[in-house]
C-alpha cells in the first residue's frame, strides 16, 4: 500500500476485475461485474464508519446491539460513469445518501468541466465517499474533491475500480488527505488519458454506447 492509497486485493476482487478487462465481456456481463465489484469494494471502504448503539429486543432478551447511521454516509457519484459503483454500493448500505456530480472531460485539454452538482443538506455533518470506476489523469477526481471541499464534509474517501500512478500521484498532490481505495493501479497513462492495461472507457462498456 502506497501512502493513502488502499489497493483491494482480494482474490474476488481481482478476478472480477480481470473478467471485466476482456474486450469481450458484454455490456451486461460488464455491468453486473461492476455491480459486485462494487459492494465488495464498499466491504472495503466503509470498514472505519462509525457506528452507534441501540437497543432492541431479540426473541430472547433486550440487547444492545451496534448499527451504522447509514444517513449519515454519502455516496457522490461522478456522472456518468460513477453510477455503475453507486449500485451496487448502495445494495449493501441502502440507507446512504447520495449526491451527483456532473463532469465531462474536454476531449481536447482532458480538463474536468461541472454541468451539474446536487448534494444532500447538511453536509458538514456527513462522511463522503466519491465513487467513479477510472482515476486516470485525475482530473475530474481533483476538481470533485475541491468542490466537495467548499461544503466542508466531516470526511472524504475516493473509490475507483482502476487507476494508474499519473492519476494517483494528481490526485495525492491536490489532495493528500483524501484516500484512495482501487482495486489495481495499472502500468501507465497513455496520450489520450485512457489507462493501459486498464479496461476502456468504462462508461460506455457500461452503458454500451461505443
Ligand atoms: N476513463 C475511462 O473510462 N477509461 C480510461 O482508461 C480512462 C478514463
Do not use: W
Not at 472480477?16 to 455491480?35: Q, V
Not at 451496534?66 to 449519515?72: N, Q, S, T, Y
Not at 440507507?95 to 443538506?121: N, Q, S
Request: hydrophobic fraction near 40%; include cysteine.
Amino acid at each position: 500500500m502506497q501512502n493513502n492509497v488502499h489497493v483491494i486485493d482480494h482474490p474476488l476482487v481481482q478476478h472480477k476485475l480481470s473478467l471485466m478487462r476482456n474486450k469481450e465481456a458484454s455490456t451486461n456481463s460488464f455491468r453486473r461485474l461492476l455491480n459486485e465489484l462494487s459492494m465488495l469494494m464498499a466491504y472495503e471502504v466503509t470498514r472505519d464508519v462509525p457506528m452507534q448503539e441501540v437497543d432492541i429486543e431479540t426473541p430472547m432478551e433486550q440487547a444492545r446491539v451496534k448499527v451504522i447511521d447509514g444517513k449519515k454516509l454519502v455516496f457522490v457519484s461522478i456522472l456518468r460513469a460513477g453510477t455503475g459503483i453507486l449500485d451496487g454500493m448502495l445494495s449493501v448500505v441502502p440507507g446512504a445518501r447520495v449526491g451527483h456530480i456532473g463532469l465531462y472531460r474536454d476531449p481536447k485539454t482532458l480538463t474536468a468541466v461541472e454541468y451539474y452538482f446536487k448534494m444532500p443538506e447538511k453536509m458538514a455533518e456527513r462522511d463522503v465517499i466519491v465513487v467513479d470506476p477510472m482515476l486516470a489523469t485525475g482530473n475530474s477526481a481533483i476538481a470533485a474533491v475541491e468542490r466537495l471541499k467548499e461544503l466542508s464534509p466531516k470526511s472524504i474517501k475516493f473509490v475507483c475500480l482502476l487507476t494508474c500512478p499519473e492519476g494517483v500521484r494528481a490526485m495525492q498532490q491536490s489532495h493528500p488527505d483524501v484516500p484512495i481505495y482501487t482495486a489495481a493501479i495499472d502500468r501507465e497513462l497513455n496520450d489520450h488519458g485512457y489507462i493501459l492495461p486498464g479496461l476502456g472507457d468504462a462508461g460506455d462498456r457500461m452503458f454500451g454506447t461505443k
